[in-house]
């Protein structure tokens, strides 16, 4: 009964809460007599108290009417609401007060005491306040202890914790049952009035059944993704929810939303420990510069330019032909670096007669070139588009660069250029070949000044296109989950941190380098699928299938990286390498970009791709259709 009533509870009709409030005034004004007179019925009647309660209500009435002290909505009484009560309490003594001397002047006699007076005052807010507090606390009570159904369990008994804990109890259908701690100082205490727990594995184990958890929420920040991954997998066995707080800086205007606790995505579990970047070394290459990215509208370029803004350049051009995207992150660096002058110009950066214009106008210092085709099986079956795009854009963006003295040019290459099997990681790979070649042709001829690096490394965590927005969308919808084998297996990088190496090796680079980042552990896309699975609450194979389709064309089982102390160098950056990478003449390399855009030209798809593997022989097809050139 008592859970369908409140259920059922609306707001109370604003003339029940002026009754109310006339009775607790009345109330306190008959109290205020018998505190007066010592609870002598023979002095109180002496005194006309009947004529003192009837006028101090009757003012009662009006001040409640003129501040509008009743139109507060009781379970939600705060701050503003004991404000309107306070003035109407003094308005009414105010009110009182006059009468009483208007009545003195006239009569020499004063009909209430001013003790009772004041007695009255402080009694009447004291009750009116406190009553509308002890019904939000009932209300609130009632609400946690009966129509809550979801039992969550919060990881940080820190301050962030303590925010979080109000924000849960304050969302319907939600209670806090207690803090974990990996800090032992801490395990045992009661904090906000929830028991600290032992964050062990076998605690937790213990502790999701007993309180008949259902979700956790994560709120520690110097979690190491180890431990955090332990916790993860401990409520995936219990088929608990695992969410995680923002950080400080992200809450809204300095406060947290229960909208910002967001469920914890699987880029957080793979990603690896932050990068500690040289901040001097990248300001003083950036600093009041002018700084051109191309790709700027995609997952990594766009990353690049919220890095790239941060160490204030003086100008930062965007490029790219995708309109919206470029409009969006646009108009996010203007919101948060007003002092920034951002640029954004929709070209090809195949079209001479766009893209010129803007080396012309701006002449920049810095160039970090993201703009590619990267889909492997879509180029495949598109080779024209990947060889226009990728090396006779990429050849265009480089010798404009030395046409307009820029100092460095930093190239964004991939992990399918090393031992290609595809035709968008060849086309890479001649990228590499061309901006490297040009290097060493304007060291020996000393006919230029810009410095071209190159930056290579494997899958980002969420870029566009990536396997895991795919599994995402899949599982939304319910499934199948299709992987295209169960052997395959791939590194991944999240953008940050992989935009950050950039930066660094962009700085590092004296020209003509191959820079390889360590990807740490490759990982296997079959178990990836079965981890995001279960992290929304779902079982592999159970509630949602897992489909093998096979490889498709062009693609490996496992990717390469030049990690191995054999072919690369050390920086003194630990996860940054040099590659050592093949070098060719600048002659002919620049030769063969020709013959390309001839080919491009004819639209002769199998000449184009014979004569990729020309220029790269380690070029070998797999489940292609080019697979006959190999032969």
């Given at each position: 009964?008592?859970?369908?009533?409140?259920?059922?509870?609306?707001?109370?009709?604003?003339?029940?809460?002026?009754?109310?409030?006339?009775?607790?005034?009345?109330?306190?004004?008959?109290?205020?007599?018998?505190?007066?007179?010592?609870?002598?019925?023979?002095?109180?009647?002496?005194?006309?108290?009947?004529?003192?309660?009837a006028l101090y209500?009757?003012?009662?009435?009006?001040?409640?009417?003129?501040?509008?002290?009743?139109?507060?909505?009781?379970?939600?009484?705060?701050?503003?609401?004991?404000?309107?009560?306070?003035?109407?309490?003094?308005?009414?003594?105010?009110?009182?007060?006059?009468?009483?001397?208007?009545?003195?002047?006239?009569?020499?006699?004063?009909?209430?005491?001013?003790?009772?007076?004041?007695?009255?005052?402080?009694?009447?807010?004291?009750?009116?306040?406190?009553?509308?507090?002890?019904?939000?606390?009932?209300?609130?009570?009632?609400?946690?202890?009966?129509?809550?159904?979801?039992?969550?369990?919060?990881f940080g008994a820190g301050q962030t914790g303590i925010v979080t804990r109000h924000v849960i109890n304050s969302t319907p259908r939600m209670q806090v049952v207690g803090f974990l701690e990996d800090d032992g100082y801490k395990v045992g205490k009661v904090l906000d009035g929830i028991k600290i727990f032992d964050a062990?594995?076998?605690?937790?184990?213990?502790?999701?059944?007993?309180?008949?958890?259902?979700?956790?929420?994560?709120?520690?920040?110097?979690?190491?993704?180890?431990?955090?991954?332990?916790?993860?997998?401990?409520?995936?066995?219990?088929?608990?929810?695992?969410?995680?707080?923002?950080?400080?800086?992200?809450?809204?205007?300095?406060?947290?939303?229960?909208?910002?606790?967001?469920?914890?995505?699987i880029e957080e579990l793979l990603g690896r420990e932050s990068i500690r970047l040289d901040s001097e070394r990248v300001e003083s290459d950036l600093a009041g510069k002018c700084v051109m990215i191309t790709g700027a509208a995609g997952s990594i370029g766009s990353e690049i330019a919220r890095q790239v803004?941060?160490?204030?350049?003086?100008?930062?051009?965007?490029?790219?032909?995708?309109?919206?995207?470029?409009?969006?992150?646009?108009?996010?660096?203007?919101?948060?670096?007003?002092?920034?002058?951002?640029?954004?110009?929709?070209?090809?950066?195949?079209?001479?007669?766009?893209?010129?214009?803007?080396?012309?106008?701006?002449?920049?210092?810095?160039?970090?070139?993201?703009a590619a085709y990267k889909h492997v099986p879509m180029m495949e079956s598109n080779p024209a588009e990947a060889v226009t795009c990728n090396i006779l854009g990429t050849k265009l963006l480089a010798d404009l660069a030395v046409k307009y003295k820029v100092k460095k040019f930093v190239m964004i290459s991939t992990d399918k250029a090393v031992n290609p099997t595809n035709v968008m990681g060849c086309s890479k790979r001649i990228a590499e070949i061309y901006v490297q070649s040009l290097n060493n042709y304007q060291v020996s001829t000393s006919v230029g000044q810009t410095a071209f690096v190159t930056t290579r490394f494997g899958n980002v965590l969420g870029s566009n296109g990536s396997v895991i927005p795919l599994f995402k969308s899949q599982i939304r919808e319910g499934g199948p989950v299709t992987v295209t084998h169960p052997d395959?297996?791939?590194?991944?990088?999240?953008?940050?941190?992989?935009?950050?190496?950039?930066?660094?090796?962009?700085?590092m680079g004296n020209g003509g380098e191959v820079f390889v980042f360590d990807m740490g552990k490759s990982v296997k896309i079959l178990d990836l699928a079965k981890k995001m699975i279960r992290l929304s609450g779902l079982e592999p194979e159970r509630d949602i299938k897992i489909v093998f389709?096979?490889?498709?064309?062009?693609?490996?089982?496992?990717e390469e990286l030049l990690t191995t102390s054999e072919n690369t160098l050390p920086t003194h950056h630990p996860k940054i390498l040099i590659g050592r990478v093949k070098e060719y003449s600048y002659k002919d390399i620049n030769n063969y970009v020709e013959l390309f855009n001839d080919l491009v030209y004819d639209k002769n798809e199998l000449k184009m791709v014979a004569l990729m593997k020309e220029l790269v022989p380690e070029y070998r097809s797999n489940y292609s259709r080019y697979e006959v050139l190999d032969k």
């Open positions: 009964m008592i859970v369908q009533l409140i259920k059922n509870l609306r707001i109370l009709p604003r003339w029940v809460i002026i009754f109310i409030d006339l009775f607790f005034i009345a109330f306190s004004t008959i109290l205020a007599y018998l505190l007066r007179f010592n609870f002598s019925i023979a002095d109180l009647n002496a005194n006309n108290y009947w004529e003192g309660v209500s009757g003012f009662g009435l009006l001040s409640i009417l003129l501040t509008d002290s009743y139109k507060g909505i009781i379970r939600y009484t705060g701050i503003e609401d004991g404000s309107r009560i306070f003035y109407m309490v003094i308005l009414n003594m105010a009110l009182v007060s006059v009468t009483n001397l208007i009545l003195f002047y006239n009569i020499q006699k004063n009909l209430i005491p001013y003790s009772v007076i004041l007695i009255t005052f402080l009694s009447s807010f004291l009750f009116l306040f406190n009553y509308r507090l002890l019904v939000k606390y009932i209300f609130s009570y009632y609400k946690q202890a009966i129509l809550k159904n979801f039992r969550v369990l919060i062990k594995p076998a605690v937790v184990n213990r502790l999701i059944t007993d309180l008949g958890v259902d979700e956790l929420i994560i709120t520690a920040k110097e979690l190491s993704l180890e431990r955090k991954n332990e916790l993860v997998d401990t409520c995936i066995q219990h088929k608990v929810k695992v969410r995680t707080v923002p950080p400080v800086g992200k809450w809204v205007r300095g406060e947290l939303s229960f909208s910002q606790i967001k469920e914890i995505n803004i941060q160490f204030k350049p003086e100008r930062v051009v965007l490029v790219d032909q995708a309109e919206s995207p470029l409009y969006d992150i646009e108009r996010e660096l203007r919101l948060t670096h007003s002092q920034v002058n951002i640029s954004s110009h929709l070209a090809d950066i195949t079209v001479a007669e766009r893209v010129d214009p803007i080396f012309r106008e701006f002449t920049p210092d810095l160039i970090y070139h993201a395959i297996s791939r590194f991944f990088m999240t953008i940050p941190e992989a935009c950050q190496l950039v930066l660094e090796a962009g700085t389709t096979g490889i498709r064309e062009g693609e490996k089982l496992y």
